[in-house]
């Protein structure tokens, strides 16, 4: 055989490879899911993520027509069920939703069960909101300057509850009493729905948390919000200032949700999930739902998702330092 009969026939060889690559990648993104996929939420029910990704999940069963479901794995500041979905088959059928906080971890923990930067592959964030400073409607504080100016003449005085030491509340209600200059009492709760309830009943001063997590509060006429994050007031509460327009300069901080996969899943099955995930975005309902709950209901993919955990861990690294916090 010569020399050019041997080159041509590899040449053959390696495309009739590459072409039967590409059906497979093709075929595989049309038959996934072909069975159910789950979803690992690393918090306890009823918090925002919890809500957030039960309403995603019922628009993916909905479009794709394979059951979309969610396994609540609470502990550890979501590094439990992170490191369970780490550690899953990289097939697209164990996915993780999670939020802001997991641009935390490595700013909490000195050494965690998987690795930050690689393990998770990011998806699709979506659902962006607000962090809200949340009273109950009983409170003396009227608006933040009243409780700004207890909290600075009594420091530690003013107590306010989140769903955990490390958790994005946790680190914004920090950075609020850094940008203040107060000294505000944390007390951790299990989860953040357990630190609303302390709010309700009045165990705790105040609660920062995601607009998705108390509007249904506020609206019910039982928490009163004295301010939100963000450059603009939101369009459901406009009586509700910003925290700069409240007398502080801190613009504070938006949360996001969104889903990451197993390092190593098909890119074709990353693709399809994202494509789902931005028709899911685009319904009217998902649209009302997160409007609702002054949200912005925009979806970025992964490229930009992956910049804005990079920003965003990146940002809370400053928070931490400048926090009197003891990394686990």
């Known amino acids: 055989m010569t020399h050019h009969a041997i080159t041509r026939r590899l040449l053959l060889a390696v495309s009739a490879a590459a072409w039967l690559t590409g059906h497979a990648t093709t075929a ?3 038959s996934w899911p072909s069975k159910p996929v789950k979803i690992i939420v690393p918090y306890a029910p009823g918090g925002a993520v919890d809500m957030v990704t039960r309403k995603m999940a019922q628009k993916l069963t909905e479009q794709t027509g394979q059951s979309f479901f969610i396994e609540n794995r609470p502990g550890g500041t979501g590094t439990i069920g992170a490191q369970v979905v780490a550690k899953a088959a990289p097939d697209g059928y164990t996915l993780m939703a999670n939020d ?3 641009s935390l971890l490595p700013h909490i923990f000195k050494k965690l069960p998987f690795n930050h930067d690689t393990d998770l592959q990011p998806v699709s964030a979506y659902v962006f909101t607000p962090m809200a ?3 109950n409607v009983q409170s003396k504080y009227r608006n933040l300057r009243e409780l700004l100016s207890d909290a600075k003449a009594q420091p530690n005085k003013v107590t306010y509850g989140t769903g955990g030491t490390g958790t ?6 920090e ?8 000294n505000l009492m944390h007390v951790p709760f299990k989860g953040a ?6 709010l309700l009943s009045g165990t705790i001063d105040m609660q920062i948390a995601s607009t998705t997590g108390v509007m249904s509060n506020v609206r019910g006429g039982k928490l009163r919000l004295l301010a939100v994050s963000g450059d603009k007031r939101l369009a459901v509460l406009p009586d509700v200032p910003t925290f700069t327009e409240a007398g502080v300069a801190w613009g504070g901080v938006l949360n996001w949700t969104g889903l990451w996969a197993p390092k190593g899943t098909p890119p074709a099955v990353l693709e399809r999930l994202q494509k789902e995930i931005a028709v899911a975005m685009a319904t009217p309902d998902l649209r009302t739902f997160a409007e609702g709950m002054g949200a912005e209901p925009r979806q970025v993919g992964t490229e930009a998702f992956s910049r804005l955990l990079k920003d965003s861990t990146e940002t809370w690294g400053k928070i931490a330092a400048n926090t009197a916090f003891e990394r686990q």
Do not use: N
């Open 133 to 135: 400073l949340a009273v």
């Open 28 to 30: 595989l993104a049309d």
């Open 175 to 182: 950075a609020l009493g850094i940008a203040s200059g107060t």
């Open 193 to 198: 729905a357990e630190a609303t309830q302390a």
């Open 168 to 173: 994005t509340p946790h680190f914004a209600s």
């Open 100 to 102: 802001t906080t997991f």
